[in-house]
């Protein structure tokens, strides 16, 4: 029996002599292609120009790493943020369910299996369907369709013209082919059908099959049922148009499209194909949110991760690289955080200032370091982190400064810092014992005018002094909280009450100079830096009490971090590992710490801090009974209060202020914090109650051990027998514990426990405990702090 001609090679059919003329043609191998060089002969270009330009079209597809969401984690591994343009989550063909598989097939290239790349059958159909029906059928193959969507994510990569399906010329169909045709050589069917399937776009953000699984149904792509692969396989040839949340009865249509070309082409049964049908859409939409605005904790810390990413030429040498880094190159980003100290913080600043029951200037932070390593344990704001203007929204950080290290090209977020008022007092306190002083020396803190002309030695100033300048006041007048608690009494009696006359009168046996520069060393700078480098704090006498610099969260806590540490201040720290998808490593900062004031120094100012905690404006505080120091701090306008709490495990900066406002009119007082108005504002009433709730809600973390004691002549001094001359001065009742020293010793008498009288005994203290703060004021830009409420 003679053999059956193929209709292939039959010139007498419409196929045959298609395949006749490719053959003259002279593009034998590459059959679909050939196919359009008529086309672009009767456009006006000759059969061997066509040839030639054929010809001369790339053989190989270049292919970009595709884009990957960004992780940021927790210490503990726990999601911070995910952070991407293209929310796609690559996977392997094996993770893909064979319904899906077989849904996009049966839909889109039923013959996907059988051809080279181009589809001869399938071309010649569509076109035979175009010129008899008024539906337009596509002939693209499944890897045409991976080339085109490969040159468009290319071309958008390299910001260069992505050429789209509605505007492509012979062209651009005849380079496709021919790339399909070398994709087949290059890789399997299955490598081919598991890159379409990551890079096809599923909706307005998903690309990829994993991802839409997520998005659509909130199940993996492994375990999508036949409705499901049904609905995103009819998804894929038009995004917007067969959107199930958008066009939900257009998408029913399409998804039952494809059950029924799943069943015509036998990979399903009648069956199941009557119960897919029957099914709703079934959507369980769930988004990945992306960004810091969508943080699953810790938006604020995501933000400062972000800039910190951003800055850093490692990870590109233009904004424009580091962006496509951050995006979309799949990075792991491992942080210092700590979820628990985290999730403590937020509710501590929640239930403080909560945004919806919380005046919209107010805001409020909690942030904690490792004071031995410098790590971030926490980072809390009681914003809302969002641009959308409205009130408890923003994205100002205000825990970290302006610009890192005072570049302005190198922003950080941060809000400018604020006043830190008595919080600034312990710097003094160093520098006096630095000096060989103790911390029981008595001093004079009772109210008096240093006139106009006097001179403070600052040795860092032209001719090695501050000279008062205050003509229209006659001199400077510095007053305690209250305009009380005037009295000769010891230095750490001082701290312990936070008496500005006595931090004034300390400050006058220094150098102005050499306090400044402790505290700058140990980090206390202008938050608002932008010149290039960061700028210290104010000489003047009235900043010692907290007015001279407006100092951001982070910077009071590495300072008083150094205090933790026995003199030894870490940078902090937030990164710890960064690694890309593709395994790319980025270097992160080491622990990078280093003695800034001595052990001794250290411990005597801890020494201090912990008065303050025993019968100081942090007596009341109730935070547990691990060991703990502590200061307090309100700035004059009473629009910035504080609470700065550690232990040589933990420092925890507490600020709550007004962000919005400084100066005149920008108290606190009247305004709404969590649903109530504070008759008083100063730190002991806000931010130091909630960092005691923030503590309350750890215990047994970062507990640390107990501060050592100083030398004792850091406490007690020489030999003295007598305090220093002075005159009989009267007490202030006392409505607390009494004012500072049991169990330390005052100067050069009894040791008790402070004295209630109107006199002054040799060697006691006098005063009651009710805690006095600093306001400064005579308005000389000078900051107050914290009645006590001791």
């Known amino acids: 029996m003679a053999a059956r001609k193929s209709p292939l090679f039959d010139t007498a059919t419409t196929l045959g002599k298609i395949i006749a003329f490719l053959g003259i043609s002279g593009l034998a191998g590459v059959l679909a292609a050939g196919l359009l060089v008529p086309v672009a002969a009767a456009a006006g270009t000759g059969a061997s120009a066509s040839l030639q330009f054929f010809e001369e079209l790339p053989v190989e597809l270049e292919r970009e790493a595709l884009a990957q ?51 001869l059958e399938g071309i010649l159909g569509a076109i035979a369907s175009n010129l008899t029906s008024d539906r337009t059928r596509g002939a693209s193959t499944i890897t045409q369709q991976f080339v085109n969507n490969t040159l468009i994510y290319s071309a958008l990569q390299n910001d260069q013209t992505a050429t789209f399906s509605g505007n492509k010329n012979v062209g651009d169909k005849l380079r496709e082919m021919k790339l399909a045709i070398a994709v087949e050589k290059e890789l399997s069917k299955d490598e081919i059908l598991e890159g379409y399937l990551n890079i096809v776009q599923f909706s307005g953000t998903s690309y990829g099959v994993q991802a839409a699984s997520r998005y659509f149904f909130n199940v993996d792509a492994k375990d999508l049922t036949i409705p499901q692969s049904a609905l995103l396989a009819g998804v894929v040839n038009g995004p917007t148009a067969y959107s199930p949340t958008e066009n939900p009865e257009a998408a029913l249509e399409r998804r039952n499209l494809v059950i029924d070309a799943m069943l015509t082409h036998g990979k399903i049964t009648q069956e199941e194909h009557d119960a897919a049908v029957a099914t709703d859409l079934g959507l369980a939409i769930t988004p990945t949110l992306n960004g810091c605005v969508g943080a699953a904790q810790a938006p604020y810390f995501c933000d400062y991760v972000t800039h910190l990413i951003l800055n850093d030429p490692a990870y590109g040498e233009t904004p424009q690289d580091r962006e496509k880094v951050l995006y979309r190159s799949g990075l792991t980003i491992k942080t210092t955080l700590d979820s628990r100290v985290q999730a403590a913080a937020q509710t501590a600043v929640n239930e403080t200032a909560n945004p919806d029951t919380t005046d919209g200037a107010v805001g409020h932070t909690m942030l904690s370091l490792d004071p031995k390593t410098g790590n971030i344990l926490s980072m809390a704001q009681n914003t ?97 909280y209250g305009d009380k608690n005037y009295r000769y009494t ?13 931090t004034m009168a300390t400050a006058r046996q220094l ?27 104010s000489v003047n006498p009235p900043a010692l009490i907290g007015g001279g610099v407006a100092a951001a969260p982070m910077s009071m806590a590495k300072a008083f971090g150094g205090f933790a540490n026995e003199g030894t201040v870490c940078e902090p720290r937030a990164l710890t590992e960064v690694t890309a998808v593709d395994g790319t490593s980025y270097p992160v900062p080491a622990p990078s710490c280093r003695q800034t004031i001595s ?52 420092v925890t900066a507490s600020w709550v202020g007004n962000w919005q406002a400084e100066g005149e009119g920008s108290s606190l007082g009247g305004l709404q914090i969590g649903g109530r108005v504070y008759p008083e504002i100063d730190g002991s009433l806000i931010a130091g109650p909630s960092w005691a709730r923030f503590m309350q809600q750890i215990p047994g973390l970062y507990v640390g051990t107990p501060f050592a004691a100083p030398p004792a002549s850091m406490i007690n001094g020489g030999q003295r027998t007598t305090n220093p001359a002075r005159p009989s001065v009267p007490g202030n009742p006392g409505n607390g514990t009494g004012t500072n020293t049991g169990g330390i010793g005052t100067n050069t008498g009894a040791t008790g426990t402070g004295d209630t009288g109107t006199g002054a005994p040799a060697g006691g203290t006098t005063g009651g405990g009710a805690g006095s703060d600093d306001s400064s004021s005579n308005g000389n830009d000078t900051s107050g702090d914290d009645g006590g409420n001791g």
């Open 599 to 650: 052990k001794e120094v250290a411990r005597g100012v801890n020494t201090a801090t912990q008065e303050v905690m025993k019968v100081g404006s942090g007596s009341q505080l109730e935070y547990g009974d691990i060991p703990m120091a502590g200061k307090t701090g309100t700035n004059d306008e009473r629009s910035q209060t504080w609470f700065m709490g550690y232990n040589s495990g933990m």
């Open 490 to 502: 010891t230095v750490l009696d001082g701290l312990a009450q936070s008496l500005n006359t006595v």
């Open 511 to 537: 150098d102005l100079c050499r306090i400044r520069d402790i505290a700058f060393d140990m980090g206390v700078h202008d938050a608002s830096s932008s010149d290039g480098s960061l700028n210290p704090p």
């Open 384 to 480: 809302r982190y969002n641009p959308e203007a409205a009130q408890g929204n923003t994205v100002l950080n205000f825990n970290v400064d302006e610009y890192d290290g005072g570049d302005p090209a190198k922003s950080l977020g941060g809000g400018g810092g604020f006043q830190p008022g008595s919080t600034y007092k312990p710097f003094t306190v160093a520098a006096w014992v630095e000096s060989g002083k103790a911390l029981n020396q008595v001093v004079d803190g009772t109210k008096k005018t240093y006139p106009e002309g006097d001179r403070w030695r600052a040795s860092c100033m032209d001719g090695g002094n501050w000279v008062i300048s205050t003509p229209e006041l006659k001199g400077y007048t510095p007053q305690n």
């Open 69 to 119: 969401p960004t992780k940021i984690e927790a210490s503990d591994g726990s999601l911070i943020a995910t952070l991407y343009e293209e929310n796609r989550q690559p996977v392997t063909l094996d993770q893909v369910s064979q319904t899906m598989q077989d849904a996009l097939i049966s839909i889109e290239d039923y013959r996907y299996y059988e051809h080279g790349g181009v589809d």
